[in-house]
C-alpha cells in the first residue's frame, strides 16, 4: 500500500511569492495534519484536518492556510513567503483524529 | 501549554556501549511515540507508547512510559554505527487539540 505522499519534493521561492504544498493521505485516511519543521529543530505543528474541517491550528500567522478536500488530499498554502518560512513541511495521516500519525517524506522548501 | 523536552541534545558514542535519551513532558498524557529521522529525510516510526508502563523493543532500541513521572526513555544497548541519526520524542497533546508536541531531538552519533 502507498503510504503518504507530497508534491513537490523540493521548491525554491523567493520572499513575498506564495506557495501550495500538496499531500495526498494513505488510503482510508481521514485526517491529514502538517508540520514545519526548520534545521536542527523538532516538527511544529500547524494544521489538523478531518473529514475536510479544520481541527486544529498551531501557532503559525494567517499567511499559513490550508484545506482538505473530498478525497481527502490536503493543500497548505503560504502567502508572502518569508525567508523564515524556509524548512521541511510533513504532512501526515491518520485514520481518525486520534489514531497514530504517518508522515510522508516532505517538501523541502527555501526562500530566497 | 504542554512542553516536551529531551536530553541530551547531543550524544556521541562508541560502538558496543549503552546509553538512554530521555523525554519529559510537562501535562499529562498518555500517548507517546518516538521517531528517527535521518539527515534530510522524514521521521520514521520506531515505538508508539499508549499506556502507563509500557515498553517495546526492537533490536538494539527499547522504549518505556512512566505516565506518573512524564517521563519516556529511549534505551539503546550495544551501539552500531548504523543508528546514528536525530531521534524525537512526541506527545500527543490530547484533550481535543489533536496535535503532536515534538521534543526538541536527540543527536546521536556512534563512532566506529
Known amino acids: 500500500d502507498a503510504g503518504v505522499t507530497q508534491s513537490p519534493t523540493h521548491l525554491i521561492k523567493t520572499r513575498g511569492q506564495q506557495v501550495t504544498l500538496r499531500c495526498s493521505p494513505i488510503s482510508g485516511h481521514k485526517s491529514v495534519s502538517w508540520y514545519q519543521q526548520v534545521l536542527g529543530q523538532g516538527p511544529q505543528f500547524i494544521f489538523q484536518y478531518y473529514e475536510k474541517e479544520e481541527r486544529g491550528r498551531g501557532n503559525f500567522p494567517d499567511r499559513f492556510s490550508a484545506r482538505q478536500f473530498p478525497n481527502y488530499s490536503s493543500e497548505l498554502n503560504v502567502n508572502a513567503l518569508l525567508l523564515g518560512d524556509s524548512a521541511l513541511y510533513l504532512c501526515a495521516s491518520s485514520p481518525t483524529l486520534t489514531n497514530e500519525q504517518f508522515f510522508g517524506p516532505g517538501t523541502r522548501l527555501t526562500v530566497l | 501549554e504542554l512542553k516536551v523536552e529531551q536530553n541530551p541534545l547531543f550524544l556521541s558514542m562508541q560502538e558496543g556501549k549503552n546509553y538512554t535519551i530521555y523525554c519529559n513532558y510537562s501535562?499529562?498524557?498518555?500517548?507517546l511515540y518516538w521517531y528517527r529521522q535521518d539527515p534530510g529525510k522524514s521521521l520514521e516510526s520506531l515505538f508508539v507508547l499508549l499506556s502507563n508502563g509500557a515498553v517495546k523493543q526492537e533490536g538494539r532500541l527499547m522504549a518505556s512510559l512512566d505516565t506518573k513521572a512524564r517521563l519516556s526513555t529511549l534505551h539503546i544497548t550495544a551501539a552500531v554505527h548504523d543508528l546514528s541519526a536525530t531521534y524525537f520524542c512526541?506527545?500527543?497533546?490530547?484533550?481535543?487539540?489533536?496535535?503532536?508536541?515534538f521534543g526538541t531531538g536527540t543527536r546521536l552519533k556512534v563512532l566506529a
Open positions: 501535562t499529562t498524557s498518555d500517548r
Open positions: 512526541a506527545v500527543d497533546a490530547g484533550s481535543g487539540t489533536y496535535k503532536y508536541i
